[in-house]
Protein backbone atom coordinates (compact mmCIF):
# COMPACT_ATOMS: atom_id res chain seq x y z
CA UNK A 1 0.00 0.00 0.00
CA UNK A 2 2.81 2.56 0.59
CA UNK A 3 4.50 1.61 -2.46
CA UNK A 4 1.90 2.31 -4.04
CA UNK A 5 1.05 5.42 -2.48
CA UNK A 6 4.83 6.70 -3.26
CA UNK A 7 4.08 5.31 -6.84
CA UNK A 8 0.83 7.69 -7.43
CA UNK A 9 2.52 10.71 -5.69
CA UNK A 10 5.48 10.96 -8.30
CA UNK A 11 3.56 11.20 -11.40
CA UNK A 12 5.94 13.08 -13.07
CA UNK A 13 8.72 10.36 -12.69
CA UNK A 14 6.60 7.84 -14.65
CA UNK A 15 5.80 10.51 -17.50
CA UNK A 16 9.72 11.31 -17.76
CA UNK A 17 10.23 7.12 -17.97
CA UNK A 18 7.61 6.92 -20.68
CA UNK A 19 9.51 10.04 -22.71
CA UNK A 20 7.77 12.69 -24.47
CA UNK A 21 5.03 12.21 -26.69
CA UNK A 22 5.68 12.76 -30.57
CA UNK A 23 5.13 15.71 -32.06
CA UNK A 24 4.05 14.57 -35.47
CA UNK A 25 1.56 11.98 -36.34
CA UNK A 26 2.71 9.40 -38.51
CA UNK A 27 0.18 9.13 -41.12
CA UNK A 28 -0.22 12.68 -41.63
CA UNK A 29 3.57 12.73 -41.95
CA UNK A 30 3.80 10.19 -44.73
CA UNK A 31 1.13 11.31 -46.59
CA UNK A 32 3.35 14.79 -46.37
CA UNK A 33 6.13 12.65 -47.67
CA UNK A 34 4.55 11.17 -50.03
CA UNK A 35 3.11 14.42 -51.56
CA UNK A 36 7.29 15.65 -51.73
CA UNK A 37 8.29 12.77 -53.92
CA UNK A 38 5.16 12.85 -56.15
CA UNK A 39 6.15 16.56 -56.85
CA UNK A 40 10.31 16.14 -56.98
CA UNK A 41 10.45 12.38 -58.09
CA UNK A 42 12.77 9.96 -55.89
CA UNK A 43 16.31 11.25 -57.11
CA UNK A 44 14.84 14.85 -56.63
CA UNK A 45 13.95 14.24 -53.29
CA UNK A 46 15.92 14.97 -50.00
CA UNK A 47 16.18 14.26 -46.66
CA UNK A 48 16.30 17.99 -45.91
CA UNK A 49 12.77 18.70 -48.43
CA UNK A 50 11.26 15.47 -46.14
CA UNK A 51 12.17 17.30 -43.25
CA UNK A 52 10.92 20.47 -44.19
CA UNK A 53 7.84 18.94 -45.29
CA UNK A 54 7.11 17.00 -42.28
CA UNK A 55 8.65 19.32 -39.83
CA UNK A 56 10.37 17.02 -38.37
CA UNK A 57 13.99 16.44 -38.36
CA UNK A 58 16.59 14.28 -39.61
CA UNK A 59 16.91 11.83 -36.15
CA UNK A 60 13.52 12.08 -36.35
CA UNK A 61 12.51 10.91 -39.39
CA UNK A 62 15.32 7.55 -39.34
CA UNK A 63 13.44 6.91 -36.09
CA UNK A 64 10.37 7.09 -37.58
CA UNK A 65 10.89 5.72 -41.22
CA UNK A 66 13.97 4.51 -41.49
CA UNK A 67 15.83 6.40 -44.81
CA UNK A 68 15.20 8.07 -47.64
CA UNK A 69 14.41 4.73 -49.82
CA UNK A 70 12.93 3.10 -46.59
CA UNK A 71 10.43 6.58 -46.40
CA UNK A 72 9.70 6.25 -50.09
CA UNK A 73 9.08 2.31 -49.92
CA UNK A 74 6.89 3.31 -47.20
CA UNK A 75 4.95 5.92 -48.94
CA UNK A 76 4.84 3.65 -52.57
CA UNK A 77 3.23 0.90 -50.44
CA UNK A 78 0.94 3.19 -48.58
CA UNK A 79 -0.55 4.51 -51.78
CA UNK A 80 -0.88 1.23 -53.38
CA UNK A 81 -2.68 -0.09 -49.95
CA UNK A 82 -4.79 2.94 -50.74
CA UNK A 83 -5.41 2.18 -54.22
CA UNK A 84 -6.88 -1.10 -53.80
CA UNK A 85 -9.29 0.29 -51.17
CA UNK A 86 -10.62 2.78 -54.09
CA UNK A 87 -10.28 -0.39 -56.92
CA UNK A 88 -12.80 -2.65 -54.38
CA UNK A 89 -15.15 0.48 -54.04
CA UNK A 90 -15.30 1.57 -57.65
CA UNK A 91 -15.73 -2.03 -59.39
CA UNK A 92 -18.69 -3.22 -57.76
CA UNK A 93 -20.68 -5.87 -59.01
CA UNK A 94 -24.16 -4.41 -58.22
CA UNK A 95 -23.59 -2.03 -61.31
CA UNK A 96 -22.47 -2.55 -65.09
CA UNK A 97 -19.43 -3.54 -65.72
CA UNK A 98 -19.33 -0.44 -68.35
CA UNK A 99 -20.07 1.84 -64.87
CA UNK A 100 -17.99 0.63 -62.57
CA UNK A 101 -14.84 0.93 -65.00
CA UNK A 102 -15.93 4.32 -65.81
CA UNK A 103 -15.84 5.02 -61.95
CA UNK A 104 -12.54 3.64 -62.03
CA UNK A 105 -10.77 5.93 -64.67
CA UNK A 106 -13.14 9.18 -62.53
CA UNK A 107 -11.71 8.78 -59.82
CA UNK A 108 -7.78 8.60 -61.02
CA UNK A 109 -8.74 11.21 -63.07
CA UNK A 110 -9.66 13.61 -60.04
CA UNK A 111 -6.21 12.04 -58.40
CA UNK A 112 -4.11 13.26 -61.25
CA UNK A 113 -5.74 16.69 -62.04
CA UNK A 114 -5.88 18.31 -58.53
CA UNK A 115 -7.81 21.43 -57.98
CA UNK A 116 -4.64 23.09 -57.62
CA UNK A 117 -1.14 22.67 -58.94
CA UNK A 118 0.28 20.84 -61.69
CA UNK A 119 -0.97 17.35 -62.81
CA UNK A 120 0.98 15.05 -61.41
CA UNK A 121 -0.54 11.48 -62.67
CA UNK A 122 -0.28 8.38 -60.74
CA UNK A 123 2.67 7.92 -58.03
CA UNK A 124 3.57 4.89 -58.58
CA UNK A 125 4.08 5.34 -62.43
CA UNK A 126 5.27 9.01 -61.61
CA UNK A 127 8.21 8.25 -59.39
CA UNK A 128 8.49 4.04 -59.22
CA UNK A 129 9.22 3.80 -62.60
CA UNK A 130 12.42 5.44 -63.28
CA UNK A 131 14.19 3.75 -59.60
CA UNK A 132 13.14 0.60 -60.50
CA UNK A 133 15.49 0.02 -63.31
CA UNK A 134 18.36 -0.44 -60.37
CA UNK A 135 16.45 -1.29 -57.51
CA UNK A 136 14.97 -4.25 -57.05
CA UNK A 137 12.42 -3.81 -54.34
CA UNK A 138 11.58 -0.63 -55.75
CA UNK A 139 10.72 -2.56 -59.12
CA UNK A 140 9.05 -5.27 -56.88
CA UNK A 141 6.77 -3.22 -54.88
CA UNK A 142 6.17 -1.70 -57.94
CA UNK A 143 5.21 -5.02 -60.25
CA UNK A 144 3.31 -6.36 -57.35
CA UNK A 145 0.90 -3.14 -57.33
CA UNK A 146 0.53 -3.52 -61.43
CA UNK A 147 0.13 -7.37 -61.13
CA UNK A 148 -2.94 -6.55 -58.22
CA UNK A 149 -4.66 -3.59 -60.44
CA UNK A 150 -4.98 -6.30 -63.20
CA UNK A 151 -5.86 -8.92 -60.96
CA UNK A 152 -8.68 -6.86 -59.92
CA UNK A 153 -9.82 -5.78 -63.52
CA UNK A 154 -9.63 -9.74 -64.41
CA UNK A 155 -12.06 -10.50 -61.64
CA UNK A 156 -14.47 -7.92 -62.61
CA UNK A 157 -14.41 -8.53 -66.04
CA UNK A 158 -15.08 -12.36 -65.55
CA UNK A 159 -17.80 -11.65 -63.35
CA UNK A 160 -19.36 -9.48 -66.36
CA UNK A 161 -19.21 -12.44 -68.15
CA UNK A 162 -20.62 -14.90 -66.03
CA UNK A 163 -23.65 -12.62 -66.08
CA UNK A 164 -23.64 -12.18 -69.53
CA UNK A 165 -22.40 -9.14 -70.04
CA UNK A 166 -19.53 -9.44 -72.37
CA UNK A 167 -18.59 -12.86 -74.48
CA UNK A 168 -17.17 -15.82 -72.72
CA UNK A 169 -15.57 -15.92 -76.17
CA UNK A 170 -13.38 -12.93 -75.22
CA UNK A 171 -10.38 -13.44 -73.57
CA UNK A 172 -10.76 -11.95 -69.85
CA UNK A 173 -7.20 -11.41 -68.98
CA UNK A 174 -5.97 -9.38 -72.47
CA UNK A 175 -9.18 -7.31 -71.30
CA UNK A 176 -8.16 -6.76 -68.18
CA UNK A 177 -4.35 -5.90 -69.50
CA UNK A 178 -6.19 -3.44 -71.94
CA UNK A 179 -8.43 -1.82 -68.82
CA UNK A 180 -4.88 -1.32 -67.17
CA UNK A 181 -3.26 0.06 -69.63
CA UNK A 182 -5.72 2.58 -70.58
CA UNK A 183 -5.05 3.92 -66.30
CA UNK A 184 -1.48 3.91 -66.90
CA UNK A 185 -1.73 5.86 -70.41
CA UNK A 186 -4.33 8.11 -68.63
CA UNK A 187 -1.54 8.58 -65.86
CA UNK A 188 1.46 9.51 -67.66
CA UNK A 189 -0.57 11.55 -70.09
CA UNK A 190 -1.84 13.63 -67.51
CA UNK A 191 1.49 14.01 -65.96
CA UNK A 192 3.10 15.22 -69.70
CA UNK A 193 -0.02 17.94 -69.90
CA UNK A 194 -2.85 16.15 -71.82
CA UNK A 195 -6.46 18.06 -71.06
CA UNK A 196 -8.58 16.26 -68.55
CA UNK A 197 -11.32 16.23 -71.53
CA UNK A 198 -9.33 14.62 -73.82
CA UNK A 199 -8.29 11.57 -71.28
CA UNK A 200 -11.96 11.47 -70.28
CA UNK A 201 -12.87 10.68 -74.08
CA UNK A 202 -9.96 8.24 -74.01
CA UNK A 203 -11.55 6.37 -70.80
CA UNK A 204 -14.42 6.00 -72.56
CA UNK A 205 -13.03 4.91 -75.75
CA UNK A 206 -11.60 1.66 -73.68
CA UNK A 207 -14.18 1.12 -71.92
CA UNK A 208 -16.27 0.37 -75.07
CA UNK A 209 -13.89 -1.61 -76.76
CA UNK A 210 -13.93 -3.70 -73.50
CA UNK A 211 -17.85 -3.84 -72.92
CA UNK A 212 -18.61 -4.50 -76.46
CA UNK A 213 -20.71 -7.22 -77.14
Known amino acids: MVQKAEKSARPDAAAKRRGRPRA ?38 YAAFGNKRAFYL ?5 YWEAGYTAMREALAYDKPLSEALMQVYERALSIYFPTRGQP ?11 EAAEDSEIRSTLLT ?14 AAQKSGEVSKKR ?16 AI ?10 LEKLAHQAVAVICAA
Open 24 to 61: YKPGRALQQATATFWKQGYSGTSLDDLADATGMNRPSI
Open 145 to 158: GLRALDDFFEARIR
Open 120 to 130: LGCFAIGTAVT
Open 171 to 186: DAAALAYLASATLHTI
Open 189 to 198: RARAGAERAD
Open 74 to 78: NALMS
